[in-house]
């Protein structure tokens, strides 16, 4: 069974900065895309940032040069560096990935970590 884990949410201030990971783990040959939600209270959930098996990203207007998505294959791993950090971007954020895995190829989410960022 494949699952999703993230860790490295908290409560920072504003301008501060924090560092998510979610780690895949099951019977996974191989992960396509892999991306970062948000959904913030009363609001719908939104693109954050994705990368593609081949590293290309994107990333929303509204962190544009302020949050960085990597990821390492090897370790089955995206991250999501997050600087400058402002209470607007106070959300639950949700790892998703597209894996190939046993039955076939699906999309998972995580269970999403809490970024409280206070001004």
């Known amino acids: 069974q494949v699952q999703l884990v993230e860790s490295g949410g908290g409560l920072v201030q504003a301008g501060g900065s924090l560092r998510l990971s979610c780690a895949a783990s099951g019977s996974i040959f191989s992960i396509n895309a892999m991306g970062w939600y948000r959904q913030a209270p009363g609001k719908q959930r939104e693109l954050v940032a994705a990368i593609t098996r081949g590293g290309t990203t994107n990333h929303a207007d509204s962190v544009k040069g302020r949050f960085t998505i990597f990821r390492n294959k090897a370790k089955n791993t995206v991250y999501l560096q997050m600087n400058s950090l402002k209470p607007e971007d106070t959300a639950v954020y949700y790892c998703?990935?597209?894996?190939?895995?046993?039955?076939?190829?699906?999309?998972?989410w995580g269970q999403g970590t809490q970024v409280t960022v206070s001004s």
């Open positions: 998703n990935a597209e894996i190939r895995a046993i039955p076939g190829i699906n999309d998972y």
